[in-house]
T-cell receptor, first 110, second 116 residues
């Protein structure tokens, strides 16, 4: 699986969009980009995933660059409950075998 | 609602004790995983299983074993607990979508183990 790089921490004002970047410059053609988040004292929760095209669901949007070397997770209207650690992983076989690094700690402030 | 249940949220054990961590999923998933999570080290895969009675080592299997006698249950065993196994343990499951790529992981709430 390709390695990912994320900033260790970010702040966002409540109600504003949170844009979380992820660099995966060594991604290969059949690898997916997955995003999970972990709220304190809970297990990680799936958010969204994509291969090439941008994706949107009820939680977030995922923007993948044309060269697929980076992506951005967008929480359109961040709330205090979105404060969590966000993990970006890249995998082609089984997401369970992927490495979850330290992720980005997002703090949403009132 | 899908659910992965871990038997204990908090455990305190003594060095040398045998420890069982149980995980049950109600989604009929083929794949199950055990991780440990430590500050600064992220989630590290200990063992995983693609089917009943099948197991494969992850990145850090030393000091651990697993058992999968039934599809819904995956147990992590610490044969002789040591203080360096004090950690948060997370279980997860996933399905085999269309026989190929496996989809999202569903995690349990975690079991925080302290070994004294």
């Amino acid at each position: 699986d390709a390695k990912t790089t994320q900033p260790p921490s970010m702040d966002c004002a409540e109600g504003r969009a949170a844009n979380l970047p992820c660099n995966h410059s060594t991604i290969s053609g059949n690898e997916y980009v997955y995003w999970y988040r972990q709220i304190h004292s809970q297990g990680p929760q799936y958010i969204i995933h994509g291969l090439k095209n941008n994706e949107t669901n009820e939680m977030a949007s995922l923007i993948i660059t044309e060269d697929r070397k980076s992506s951005t997770l967008i929480l359109p209207h961040a709330t205090l409950r979105d404060t969590a650690v966000y993990y970006c992983i890249v995998t082609y076989t089984n997401a369970g075998k992927s490495t979850f690094g330290d992720g980005t700690t997002l703090t949403v402030k009132p | 609602d899908v659910k992965v249940t871990q038997s204990s949220r908090y455990l305190v054990k003594r060095t040398g004790e045998k420890v069982f961590l149980e995980c049950v999923q109600d989604m009929d998933h083929e794949n199950m995983f055990w991780y440990r999570q430590d500050p600064g080290l992220g989630l590290r895969l200990i063992y995983f299983s693609y089917d009943v009675k099948m197991k494969e080592k992850g990145d850090i299997p030393e000091g651990y074993s697993v058992s999968r006698e039934k599809k819904e249950r995956f147990s992590l065993i610490l044969e002789s607990a040591s203080t360096n196994q004090t950690s948060m343990y997370l279980c997860a499951s996933s399905s085999n979508s269309l026989g190929t790529f496996t989809g999202e992981l569903f995690f349990g709430e975690g079991s925080r183990l302290t070994v004294l």
